[in-house]
């Protein structure tokens, strides 16, 4: 409408114009001509503006449509970029846990004899519940397909997680390393000392160890192999203070080596133990 009416006013403008050139009178028409050039130029001035605002208006309008549409389309982009790189974190996850369990089951002579023969060293299961209240620390795990069994081992990629000390189909309950009840053979990896790692008020605890055992801050413990449950050189935990104590031996603390609050998953051992026949050497053992 405001365009129709722009035009319709250029063009009295030029009609009007015309009137004068066609004047019959010079002198007339120029005195006419100068007082009509007086009247009209400022109309027609600000005509031109007006026209020259209405189409920056215009174009703003179409600038300010043109970034809206590139805004959402960025967005839309931004939006399926932080899709793509969850996606590509996940994947990133689940390699780290893969190598993690490759390492965790890198295999001893044992484990090598074992998978000589066909046999499988470990499953995979996931964690479901944790239990870490005061003196009672367990959790149970899901074996999937697997069925545990009671004594089997369950460690995580970093270290000793526990033992299954209850089954029920594919479901086992693990008492973790730090329960109170909990006794480890264990072993200081550098100087080969052994010791009983025991669990308490959240931490470790390796004792029987004298006074003049060569243990410092930092050293690792593994589990000795000698207790007829735990594998040996599975890392237990790392020495956090040595002090004395009253009697003949040390008191020495440690840093578990599994975080125990970050645990999804674990490696259960299907190595059986020692059957309690054969240490205790009762009659049965052959059986």
Known sequence: MRDRWHHGLFVLLVLVQLLIMTGHEPARGSRLEAWMLRAVAPLGSAVASLASVGDGVREAFRTNGTLR?????????LGETRRELMRLMSIEEELRRARATADAAEPG???????????????????VYLDLTAGLRTLVLDGGDAHPQRNQVVRS?????????????????VQLVTDRASSVSAMIERTRRKGLVRGGDGGLELTLL?????VRVGDRVVAAGIDG???????????????PAPGLFLRIE?????DFGLLEDVYVLTGQPVPEAIIEGQPDATR
């Open 109 to 127: 002579p044992v484990a090598r004899a074992r998978a000589a023969r066909g046999q499988t060293s470990f499953f995979v299961a996931d964690v």
């Open 157 to 173: 990629s970093r270290g000793l997680v526990g033992r299954i000390i209850a089954t029920g189909g594919r479901y086992g309950k």
């Open 229 to 243: 449950v735990y594998p040996r050189g599975i890392p237990i935990g790392i020495v956090t203070s040595v002090t």
């Open 254 to 258: 440690l840093r578990p080596e599994v």
């Open 69 to 77: 549409t590139e805004n959402t389309s960025l967005r839309d982009e």
């Open 210 to 214: 004298p006074h003049r055992a060569d």
